[in-house]
């Protein structure tokens, strides 16, 4: 595709299930990140793929979250267990090298836990 | 980590004046430096972005300046529409593995 896909676009979750949520970036990206944003709110870094570098997973929010990418492919955010307060807007941004270049993001994957 | 304040957290403009918005960053060997504008309800995206070996850019009614003695940089918009109204993020690129770190938004409305 020409953008960076993401899916679901909206899930709703009882409270206590694991959810599992997909980015394709775009094609030859080495860079990956993934955010989530809650309502009205701003961007909060969650983790960061760049290339074969281990993963900068300081802004995983508890040990719940988890994030793996496949080489320089899809990447998939697993929450186990959610709660009520990980209802956000969960957003992937890719970029071609994170060197100094525009970062494309999805559209979201809207998460609701109730 | 890079730290990247951001300022204000909300701006309401008359429609035709200008608007300012303001970074700073405490990395100094920041160099790339992106602005996302987002729109209800919809994915950032980028606007315009500037390079540390350049003090300013402009796109139209949009126009970035970079100061990298005071480590900071800033987003003016001139003659403000209402399709202005948005969030705006401010971002900068960092360490050896280039992460981006964003501001915390800036809510901009243009009143008619």
Known sequence: ?114 | GENVEQHPSTLSVQEGDSAVIKCTYSDSASNYFPWYKQELGKRPQLIIDIRSNVGEKKDQRIAVTLNKTAKHFSLHITETQPEDSAVYFCAASIGNDYKLSFGAGTTVTVRA
């Open chain 1, 1 to 114: 595709g020409a953008g960076v896909s993401q899916s679901p676009s909206n899930k709703v979750t009882e409270k206590g299930k694991d959810v599992e949520l997909r980015c394709d970036p775009i094609s030859g990206h080495t860079a990956l990140y993934w955010y989530r944003q809650r309502l009205g709110q701003g961007l909060e870094f969650l983790i960061y793929f760049q290339g074969n570098s281990a993963p900068d997973k300081s802004g995983l929010p508890s040990d719940r979250f988890s994030a793996e990418r496949t080489g320089e492919s899809v990447s998939t955010l697993t929450i186990q267990r959610t709660q009520q307060e990980d209802s956000a807007v969960y957003l992937c941004a890719s970029s071609w090298t994170g060197k100094g270049t525009e970062a494309f993001f999805g559209q979201g994957t809207r998460l609701t836990v109730v």
